[in-house]
């Protein structure tokens, strides 16, 4: 009888502490959940973090704070986001740069896979090649010429050194043998801002970023990085069937949370995050800026992000792209 007691009641305490995790996940969120931006508002980045975070507490009633912390190309929030309680009450937006940064610094203070937990896509990005509208050029081929006569004289804005649109542009200068000269920025607003004066004279920018200034006409889309065209500019054509074989370059926006947050809050987060991106409105929202709405289970994130480390390896190796 004495050993069936100790059963019993060793039961009920694996029982009790097995339904915290679950408990807690019926009790969330009970107060303001941060989204961590690891860039300037106005990016890629802060509008869909925006987009869904408002959604999110609509969703819920509890206010979602976006907390842009720009600087080191995404490290610096990147880390403080690591660092930050796993109590789902800290998410970080994580973009393409997360995955390459591995690659480009030889020592971060956080590791990009184990100190995070994932929890859903929210969209796939192209990067659109954009001219300032003083360029003679309308076209892919005829930038290509017009650059191959100024080798060293043409000048590219980026959202930083080893930004995907800073590899994107390297890669670009590989397959065509163009030779132009980076200038990097601590995000993709002032980058755009400097391309809308004419101080720089193209840049590959994430199209959420890009759209609605070519649609104003103060800036000129030659080409989008992507396999296939999209939504929002239909009309531009992509970057290979405008001459140049074989170019694709995409990137991707999801959130993910500081590894230990309990998988029942995790899962709670990633049905909200399906249920807004697959929301009719959202979803069209966001094919507007150029973004290609795309949710995955947590485990289907864990494994492309992954992936999206070791393709990128490849590519700063063979576009020899260093941070500056």
């Given amino acids: 009888m004495k050993n069936q007691g100790k059963w019993y009641w060793g039961m009920v305490a694996v029982l009790a502490v097995a339904a915290v995790p679950q408990a807690l996940a019926q009790a969330y969120p009970s107060k303001p959940i941060r989204i961590i931006v690891p860039f300037p508002a106005g990016g890629t980045s802060d509008i869909l973090s925006r987009a869904v975070g408002q959604k999110m507490t609509e969703e819920w009633k509890q206010q979602v704070i976006i907390d842009n912390r720009p600087g080191a190309g995404a490290n610096i929030g990147a880390e403080q986001a690591a660092r930050a309680a796993p109590d789902g009450y800290t998410l970080f937006c994580i973009s393409t740069i997360h995955t390459i940064n591995p690659s480009l610094y030889a020592k971060l203070a956080y590791d990009p896979v184990r100190d995070f937990a994932p929890i859903s896509l929210i969209a796939e990005t192209s990067q659109v090649l954009a001219v300032h509208p003083s360029l003679p050029v309308k076209t892919v081929k005829e930038f290509i010429a017009y650059a191959k006569k100024r080798p060293g004289e043409l000048n590219y804005s980026s959202a930083g050194s080893g930004s995907q649109p800073h590899l994107t542009a390297e890669l670009f200068k590989l397959q065509t043998g163009i030779d132009m000269v980076h200038v990097p920025y601590k995000g993709a607003p002032p980058a755009m801002v400097d391309l809308l004066a004419g101080q720089v004279a193209l840049t590959f920018a994430t199209a959420p970023s890009a759209v ?86 947590p485990a289907e994130y864990g494994a492309y992000l992954k992936a999206e480390v070791v393709k990128w390896a490849k590519v700063v190796k063979d576009s020899g792209a260093k941070v500056d």
């Fill in 212 to 297: 609605p200034h070519v649609k104003s006409g103060k800036i000129r889309a030659l080409g989008v990085s992507t396999a296939k065209r999209i939504t929002a500019l239909p009309e531009v054509p992509t970057i290979a069937e405008a001459g140049v074989a074989g170019f694709e370059a995409s990137g991707s926006n999801g959130l993910v949370a500081p590894t230990g947050t309990p998988q029942p809050i995790i899962d709670r987060l990633q049905a909200v995050i399906v249920k807004i991106v697959n929301d009719p409105a959202t979803s069209k929202f966001l094919s507007e800026q150029g973004a290609d709405p795309r949710t995955m289970t």
